[in-house]
Structures are given as structure tokens and as C-alpha cells.
């Protein structure tokens, strides 16, 4: 991976040590036995570093930038994600929209690699024990030879203990012009301290055929946010 475009995105999470900023800045760091994108392996079976700052608005609105070491057919080394959204509340419901722009950085053939999405979240919790998200995502000309592309994902959460849950998810992904499949997970996230969590997840898809990105793996992380 070309380590600076990960140094300029948590580089810019030390802006959250200067009281003169105005707003709320949040970020993370953390390593990944896989990087996955939309249930599909993307480092190449290989470990993964990632980092993510934020900044929020009082209003509700906020921007972020994720980059993560990535890997493809076509040279890439990581993927970059800029994004500017707004969550709110109401109904008992937690909205968030964004608006995305991704790109997978290194890739030397011409190919599409930059493409923008538009990304809904509708989450609720159902006393202290359960909850659920629904998501739907789009995108009108997505990476590579790919047209216009959803994914839509159902989520559910089970409260385990004080600092773990257990979720499951299942999606759908329909491409103009790619391939369309169907994938899932199923794992449980721990928060060891208020800074550190972990995450172990099997992940699969029901596109085998269609080569190694697609078959099912587990995947364990470790994450500090600051």
C-alpha cells in the first residue's frame, strides 16, 4: 500500500486536540485479518489497515474520510472514501443519509475506479435487547464496467452482556451490466474499553462460482477510536 494516503487521513484526526476547533471530531484506527466491501473480500486474502476521521455539526450534519489498504485485479492498493451526510431522529427512528464518494486508489489501466453512491440507513431499537437497521444504497455508474448498482441490507442486533452484541445481516446486490448476488453475515462485536472493540464475522455470499472474492470467510478486527 502507498502509506501516505493512510497518513493524510488520520493525520487529520489531531485536529481533535485543538480546542479552537469548532464542531465535534471523532476518528478510529484499526487492523483486519480481510478488508471487505459489500460482503466481498477487496485486500486479496491479506491483512488490512484502516483509519476513518469525522467531523460533526451540532445541526446533525457531518463528513468523514475512511481509507483502507485494498487490493485489485487492476493494481490497486486501498480504497478511499469520502462522504458528507445527515443523521436525525424522529418516530423513534435514527436516520442517516450520505452522499459517497469512493474511489480505489494505485489502479494504472484507465479503468473507471471513482464512482459516487447515495446511501439511506433506518435503524431502530426495540427495548434494550434488540435492534434493526435497513439500508439501501446506490449507486448510478459504479466501479469499473458496472452501471447502475443497489444494495439493500436488512440488519438485526441482539444485545450480549454489557459490552457485546451479536448481529446478523442479509443483502441483496443487482448490477446493470456486473454481477448480481446475494450476501450475509453473522458475528459478535465487543467493546473491551470505551477506545477499544473487536469484531469476528463469517461473511458469504451464494456467487462461489463467480471466484474467490465471493466465497465465505471469517474475518476478525480490532479497532481504537478516538
Not at 30 to 49: F, H, M, N, T, V
Not at 67 to 75: L, T
Not at 180 to 195: E, L, P, Q, V
Not at 202 to 218: F, I, M, N, P, V
Request: aromatic content about 14%; some cysteine; charged content about 25%.
Amino acid at each position: 500500500m502507498n502509506y501516505r494516503y493512510l497518513a493524510v487521513v488520520l493525520a487529520a484526526g489531531c485536529v481533535t486536540a485543538s480546542p479552537s476547533v469548532a464542531g465535534e471530531f471523532s476518528g478510529k484506527v484499526g487492523l483486519a485479518s480481510q478488508y471487505l466491501g459489500k460482503g466481498l473480500g477487496k485486500s486479496d486474502e491479506e491483512p488490512a489497515l484502516l483509519g476513518s476521521v469525522r467531523y460533526t455539526a451540532d445541526s446533525g450534519l457531518y463528513a468523514d474520510a475512511f481509507i483502507s489498504q485494498a487490493a485489485s485485479s487492476r493494481g490497486a492498493d486501498a480504497e478511499l472514501i469520502l462522504a458528507t451526510g445527515f443523521e436525525a431522529e424522529a418516530g423513534g427512528f435514527e436516520f442517516d443519509s450520505q452522499l459517497m464518494y469512493r474511489e480505489m486508489l494505485g489502479e494504472t489501466n484507465g479503468v473507471d475506479s471513482g464512482y459516487f453512491e447515495l446511501q439511506g440507513d433506518a435503524s431502530r431499537k426495540f427495548g434494550k435487547i434488540f435492534s434493526a437497521r435497513l439500508r439501501v444504497n446506490y449507486s448510478p455508474d459504479t466501479y469499473g464496467y458496472g452501471d447502475e448498482a443497489w444494495w439493500v441490507e436488512a440488519q438485526g442486533g441482539l444485545k450480549a452482556g454489557e459490552a457485546g452484541q451479536i448481529t446478523a445481516a442479509y443483502a441483496v446486490r443487482r448490477i446493470e451490466g456486473g454481477a448480481d448476488y446475494d450476501a450475509w453475515n453473522i458475528g459478535y462485536r465487543h467493546k473491551f474499553t470505551k477506545a477499544f472493540g473487536g469484531d469476528l464475522r463469517w461473511y458469504d455470499t451464494d456467487a462461489h462460482s463467480l471466484g474467490e472474492r465471493y466465497e465465505g470467510r471469517l474475518v476478525a478486527a480490532l479497532t481504537y477510536s478516538f
